[in-house]
């Protein structure tokens, strides 16, 4: 299996700027329910802590062109994996979070849709690339 590296890097990219940007809009939400987001709000975020955010897309993004190259996928295909890949790991994970750690309800379906938005758009780009 190749994967395609320059795909996987735009990815990463798109999936850190969009959630960058989900945040953005949705930080007042999460201030609501999050005291340590509701401290942090105002402030520059470190560095360091955006270069972790970035590897972490990285990752993922890898990931899921991975999972993707396991069987012939357009973008189409591509978007019901990561769609796929988010019920069965991210929402599951943030169900478990609700019932034994009780974080509200409002603050995973901030952070769920986040990861949704990002595995969306991950897959939809390594799916769209993969063609070429």
Request: with cysteine; hydrophobic share 65%.
């Amino acid at each position: 299996m190749r994967l395609n590296y320059a795909a996987i890097f735009v990815a990463a990219l798109a999936a850190f700027v969009a959630s960058f940007l989900w945040y953005l809009a949705l930080g007042n939400e999460l201030a609501e329910v999050s005291k340590p987001f509701a401290e942090m709000q105002g402030q520059r975020p470190q560095p360091w802590k955006m270069a972790v955010v970035f590897g972490q897309c990285l990752v993922v993004a890898f990931v899921v062109a991975y999972v993707i190259g396991l069987r012939p996928a357009g973008w189409t295909s591509a978007l019901w994996i990561g769609f796929l890949l988010w019920l069965g790991l991210c929402a599951a994970q943030w169900v478990g979070s609700m019932v034994w750690e009780r974080v509200p309800l409002k603050m995973a379906a901030i952070h769920a849709g986040d990861w949704l938005l990002k595995l969306l758009l991950i897959a939809a780009i390594v799916g769209a690339w993969r063609k070429r």
